[in-house]
């Protein structure tokens, strides 16, 4: 079983992980983030610097403070020494433009780092997804794709263009006034450090809550959008099974169960937000207790006093400020986790590491002793053995479930067979080069998808590089052109999303002109006909005549209509053939076939 499929029925899409679990995901989120920042090491070095040098610049401010009101203005009020003051007021001059130069270089440096992190991310998960099988893509809904791709890559966008460059700073600017109040006042210093503990005792336990509630909240928010994307895609369903109140009271539970955890968390923030200004208002007021009776004393400095407070206002200032970006920092956290867990997945039919070149494929297909099941569950096919000689066609008839589909799939290279090989021209398919697996076999399924584009480029798809004359004569051959051309802008009209300009009868014809322009060795109908009406039906049987000539050729049909044109006949059932033999032969005989024949005449009649 995949891992998607294990961790969506365990404990990774529910939210609910044990410890172990949870440090596994941490470990691979690190990975990731590791691989994505190390081509960007240079700029990230760069932008540490100049992050660095705009924080000790704008740390220097308190302590020149302290210096100009202990020393300079003595020096003005006794000596009448201007230059101290002077110096001091240059000085406070040209590190507050420092610091506000290099932080506006900062945060260019930070957003182009971030924004090549983002293009590397949506590029990395947008192929992943592509190069992963079919099994992964049947057992992760498209709506969780969707999801990946959208929300969770925002959630990290948010984090990457605000919140990394406050959480920086934070820390530095934290870590630059801890040393400096420690240079000025080491007492002071260590209040700060007695106010640390319970701002770290604090901080932790909101970290333990809010990256629980944070994870769910990812959850929830993929939840939201599979239910929404399943109900637009399946809106005819929808409609036609007044599915609508139920779909809403569905979605409204789950909207619900959104707000409820974004709920919870931001009773946390307001529970850890005042938490962090009480102590650092505790904090104030003992060093301002503690500085005054040493002031009194003679022990401090009034002006080393107030630049003690100020330092000790602004430790806790970028607290407050962390407080608020934690929130876009554990939804990108948790979003980093889901992400991490599609690029970890891998292939259930590899590439080979070796691959064997087949330029010119005849089509014969050979299944040697196969056995295969679905995620190692039921088996569909026990030590299945088939021989189809090239330019063969054969007809697959059965009852739903017999084993049919799997047998396409499996000559496809859609799964790898559990035990036994499946071969083209006695090449294991997977040992072939997966151009000449693509380029020798060619599947048409019941579903004719037609992408965004117009009907040319949809006929061209398995040869970009096709001529429009060539493009004119794969649709005549299968009976396409003349409705082609009856469109608005003929070849040049743009389908629209699933083909929404063509009816469903008419992207079939496409689909098969896409087909006829690939010209493979072996051609699958994985019931390609049965959206056509029995007019298109018989336009295509001839032009079938004309598609399935010097191929090998598999046609899965219910209408055996279509099977009449085939050279033999296999009824499968329970994943074995159980009649072989020419359609005339059958149709003859007392057999299954010959029954189902003859249903299906009565049918017509």
């Known amino acids: 079983m995949s891992t998607a499929t294990v961790h969506g029925v365990s404990g990774e899409e529910r939210g609910d992980l044990t410890k172990e679990e949870s440090r596994q995901i941490r470990q691979r989120s690190l990975r990731l983030l590791g691989s994505l920042l190390k081509p960007l090491r240079k700029r990230v070095v760069a932008a540490m610097i100049l992050v660095i040098i705009s924080t000790a610049a704008s740390v220097a401010g308190p302590a020149l403070i302290a210096f100009g009101i202990d020393t300079a203005l003595p020096a003005v009020l006794e000596r009448a020494d201007w230059l101290p003051a ?31 992190v983002l293009l590397d991310l949506r ?66 210093g260590l209040v700060v ?114 630049a003690a407070v100020l330092y000790v206002r602004r430790f806790f200032d970028p607290m407050e400020e962390m407080a608020m970006f934690y929130n876009a920092y554990q939804s990108a956290a948790a979003a980093l986790e889901k992400i991490s867990g599609v690029l970890e997945e891998r292939p259930s039919v590899p590439d080979p590491t070796t691959p064997i070149d087949l330029w010119t494929a005849k089509g014969r297909v050979t299944f040697d002793d196969v056995t295969f099941a679905y995620n190692d569950k039921t088996t569909v096919l026990p030590s299945f053995s088939l021989d189809i000689p090239a330019g063969q066609t054969i007809a697959l008839v059965g009852s739903t479930g017999a084993g049919k589909s799997t047998l396409a799939k499996l000559i496809s290279r859609f799964y790898d067979p559990s035990e036994g090989a499946v071969l083209l021209d006695d090449v294991d398919l997977r040992r072939m080069h997966p151009k000449d697996l693509r380029r020798a076999i060619v599947m048409v399924t019941q579903e004719a998808y037609l992408f965004s584009g117009t009907v040319a480029d949809n006929i061209a798809l398995g040869r970009p590089d096709a001529t429009r004359d060539e493009i004119m004569e794969a649709a005549r051959a299968v009976g396409a052109h003349q409705f082609i051309e009856d ?23 496409v689909s098969f002109a896409r087909a006829f322009l690939a010209d493979p060795a072996v051609l699958i109908l994985d019931e390609a006909t049965a959206s056509l009406d029995i007019p298109s039906e018989r ?36 994943g074995r053939i159980v009649e072989d033999g020419s359609p005339a032969e059958l149709i003859g005989g007392t057999g299954r076939f010959a029954q189902l024949h003859a249903a299906w005449r009565d049918s017509l009649v």
């Open 487 to 509: 469109l608005p802008d003929g070849y040049d009209t743009d389908v629209n999303k699933r083909g929404g300009r063509v009816s469903a009868g008419q992207r079939q014809l």
């Open 539 to 574: 336009l295509v049987q001839e032009a079938l005549q004309t598609l399935l000539a010097d191929r090998t050729a598999v046609i899965i049909a219910h209408r055996l209509s279509t099977v009449a044109i085939a050279d033999r006949v296999l009824v499968m059932e329970h």
């Open 193 to 306: 450090v007695g106010s640390v503990v319970p701002l770290y005792f604090l901080t932790r336990w909101f970290q333990k809550r809010s990256q629980v509630m944070f994870r769910q909240s990812r959850v929830l928010s993929a939840r939201v959008i599979v239910h929404f994307v399943e109900s637009m895609t399946g809106i005819r369903a929808v409609k036609a099974f007044r599915k609508e109140k139920r779909n809403e009271k569905e979605f409204g539970r789950l909207v619900e169960d959104y707000r409820d955890i974004n709920a919870r968390t931001i009773q946390l923030f307001g529970i850890y937000e005042p938490g962090i200004i009480m102590i650092g208002n505790l904090a104030v007021a003992a060093v301002l207790l503690v500085g005054g009776f040493r002031v009194v004393g003679g022990y401090m400095e009034i002006g080393a006093l107030l």
């Open 86 to 116: 002077l110096g001091v007021g240059v000085v406070y001059l040209v590190t507050a433009l420092a610091a506000a130069t290099f932080m506006a270089s900062y945060v260019v440096a930070s957003a182009r780092v971030s924004q090549a």
């Open 123 to 188: 590029m990395r998960v947008f192929q992943h997804t592509q190069k992963l099988s079919l099994e992964f893509h049947e057992s992760y809904t498209s709506g969780r794709i969707i999801s990946r791709q959208t929300s969770d890559l925002d959630a990290i966008k948010q984090l990457l263009d605000e919140g990394i460059s406050q959480l920086v700073n934070g820390i530095l600017y934290m870590g630059f006034i801890f040393g400096a109040l420690f240079l000025l006042d080491w007492t002071s």
